[in-house]
Every structure is written in C-alpha cells, then in structure tokens.
C-alpha cells in the first residue's frame, strides 16, 4: 500500500511555532555562546532552550504534515523530553547557588539512555513503522498501512511510556527547583512572591514559566488523545522562547558586571554624594561597631532604617560605592566574624554550627557556602589551617 499524504497546513500556531523555532536556536547560541569558565549556569539555560527549540521543530513537522515528506524524522526528539526539566533545574540552583555542579551528568542520564534505547530500537526501524507512528499520534483517523518491524512487544514499553516518564521527571524537579528555590529567597529574608528587583527574581519568573508549562503538558495529556494537543503545548513553549527574548534584549547589559548594572539601575536616583558619604560611615558604625548583622533576621530593611535612609538608595550605595549587593555585603561581616572566632583558641569548643548561629546564619548549609565563597576554604579547613 502507498503511504497517503496530506496538504501542507499553516495557520496561526504552525507559524507561531515555526517562529518560535528560529528564535530558540538563535537564544540558545547566544546563551551557549557566553557559557565558557564560570558560566555554567548559561550551559544549562543555553541546553534547555536548545531542547525546547528542537521539540518545535518536531510537533511542527507533525502539525503542518510535512513530517510526511520526512518520515525517517518521526519521534526523532523523544529523548529530550527528559532533558527539560533536569536543565531548568541545574540553571535555577547553579545560576543562585554561583556554584558549579560537577555531577550534572547524573540529572541526564535517563535521557542519554533513553536515546541509546532509541538508536537501536526506534530509530533503524523502516519508514512503513514510522508512518504508521505518524498517523497515529497526529491522524488517528487515517487507515494504517501494513508494516514489520523487529523487536519483540515488550521492548516497546518504554516507547510506549515516555509521555509518563516525561510527567514523572517534570513533576519531581518541578517540586525539587521550588524546594530549592522557596530556601533561597528565605535565605534573604524574602517572600517568594516578592515585588523587589531581587536577583532571585529571574530564576523565580523562569521557574513560574516552567510551572506552568507543566500544568499545561498534565492538562493537554490528560484531554487529548494520541499527540493531538501537541500544538498547544509547543505554543507555550514557543512563548517561553519569546518572552526570554524580550527580557534579554530589555536588559541589554545582561551579560555585565553588576556595577555598570547597577548604575543603569539608579541612573535617575536623587541620591546625592553627601546622603552617600554620611551613608557610608554610619554603616561603618552599625556594622562594625554595633555588629547588627549577628542579628540572624537582620535584612535591607531594618538596616535602612537604623541609619535613616530608604531601602533603594541604601541598594545603590552597596551597588555603586561597595561594588557589592546587600547579601555578599552583609556575609563578608559574617565571615569575617567567623574567622575571627575559628582563629581564637579559646572558641575551639565551640562547634561550627554553633559559630554559624553567632554570626548570623540559620543555616550550616548556607554559612558553609558563604564561607567557602568568600575565603576558597570550609569553615573545618579553615580552622585546621589556622591552628597550625
């Protein structure tokens, strides 16, 4: 029997997704691009929006038909379904953490080995099997045609199953980033749905969009059968790709150091050079005098209204004069406190975690990576080399 084919379709989502396609691979070099020496988090960032760029291209073969002119192409993106959620995952904690992950590869595994399963089961098979593939995921309505394929039913369950296997990992790190995510603004003494220009508020506005797309993927799954609803799923994605875009053409020194950032930032700021200089020495005195950020809730706020002087200007003092944002501000007085008392033989009694609680931390987690961020060394080898 001849394969039948259907007319080319193009209407507002084939052109929409086509669109969205471009863009992603376009965004996807420019983020890969800038991820050479300490920017691992724009690899990641770089990687999901590649994956997200590739996925349009396959439902926009399959919706507008030309996938029938491609065959050999069908279910050619599979695996990076489970590529997705583990990047946007790794982006959100190294992009906040500043840490690199070494292991990363972990988090991908299950795709490399679902492509590997893929190589030699799916992908070898012949063009009458991939039509038929075709037909029943986008025109369930159209009469298959006779096929062979190779492999017996029971190597088919993963094939059969990766639209679970893709709800399982989304959800799982979809729950993993907020977790992740949620500790990070409590760390700064901030709400999660926080209206200040933190710079947690990328990370937490990507991972809103990502949300969303999964409660989309759940619902199109859920209401369509076979790969109809794909359209829907790619428009989203294709939305993601342009809203992205918007945001780093906005911020057209996104790729800068904080300080010509910063004085973008405040460039219409009635901060005037006297407020900044009695500023500055009245934080000397709070800080190094009173020692207020032993104060485990000590934040932006209380210490703005301790030397008289708003929340935003006190910002661009720390981001202007210091170089500095309030947190790393704030954690090189921790630190060094904590040096202080790791170096005095008579603290040696005193746990770490019991120095983490007098310098301000409520957490060894976060008071070792400070420590380590600001000093290349743990709080234990610290201690160790300054007894010797």
Sequence with gaps: MTPATLPIRTDLFSIFILLGFVQGLILAYFFLSHAKGDKQPNLFLGGLILGMAILLGDVWLGYTNYMFQVLWLVDFSEPINLVLAPLAYLYIKTGISQRSERGYWVHLLPAIIYFLYMCVLIYPQGNAYKYNCNISAFHPEMEMIVSSRYGSDWMFFPKNHITDFTAFSMVIYNLAGLYFLSNAFKKENLSIFTRDKSPLSWYRNIYLQLTVLVVIFLAVRLSFPHDLGDHIIAAFIAFIIYATSFTVLRRSLFF??????????????????????????????????????????????????????????????????????????????RINEAQKLLRDEGSNFIKIEE????????????????????????????KKNAVK
């Design 256 to 333: 800068q150091d904080n300080n010509v950032r910063a004085a973008k930032k405040y460039e219409k700021s009635s901060l005037t050079q006297e407020i900044q200089s009695t500023t500055l020495k009245k934080l000397e005195e709070v800080m190094a005098g009173e020692k207020a950020f032993l104060d485990p809730g000590f934040s932006m706020p209380i210490l703005a209204k301790r030397i008289g002087i708003s929340p935003h200007h006190l910002s661009q003092i720390l981001n202007e004069e210091l170089g500095q944002s309030f947190f790393d501000f704030v954690a090189n007085y």
């Design 355 to 382: 120095i983490a609680q007098m310098v301000g931390y409520n957490s060894k987690s976060a008071f070792n990576t400070s420590f380590r961020k600001i000093t290349g060394y743990t709080p234990s080898e610290f």
